[in-house]
């Protein structure tokens, strides 16, 4: 299959809500989420969303092709504890730019990893 990317500001908001666990979702593009409360009814109800670079349907006209490359055609949902996240942006240097938290999807598996170098 392929890869999805997230800018390190994208999931450092996601991560900012504060739950221990978060989901990377393919319906209507890709995306990363957090969800604190028990329904969207009730007043604690607080989510977070960050689609990935070009999969947004807000944004990117050809965003359902693209997403499909990526990561196939069935909708999903995959649930990680938010260190995994927190371990991957670890790994790049401190005054790293241009960090960008990458998604390698497979048919059995999803790696996390990070890449910077230069550039905004």
Known sequence: MGT???KASQVKE????????MAFVHDDGCYILARKGDNKDSKDFKQVVEYAIGLDPNKDP???EDARRAVGGDDFVEH???????????QAPA???NVKLFL????????IG???GKGA
């Open 114 to 116: 990070v890449s910077w």
């Open 62 to 64: 050809d965003f359902y």
């Open 95 to 97: 005054r790293a730019k």
């Open 14 to 21: 996601v991560l900012a809500l504060g739950t221990a666990k």
């Open 104 to 111: 390698e999807v497979s048919e059995d598996s999803i790696g």
């Open 4 to 6: 999805v990317e997230f």
């Open 80 to 90: 990680f504890d938010r260190s995994a996240f927190e371990e991957a942006l670890r």
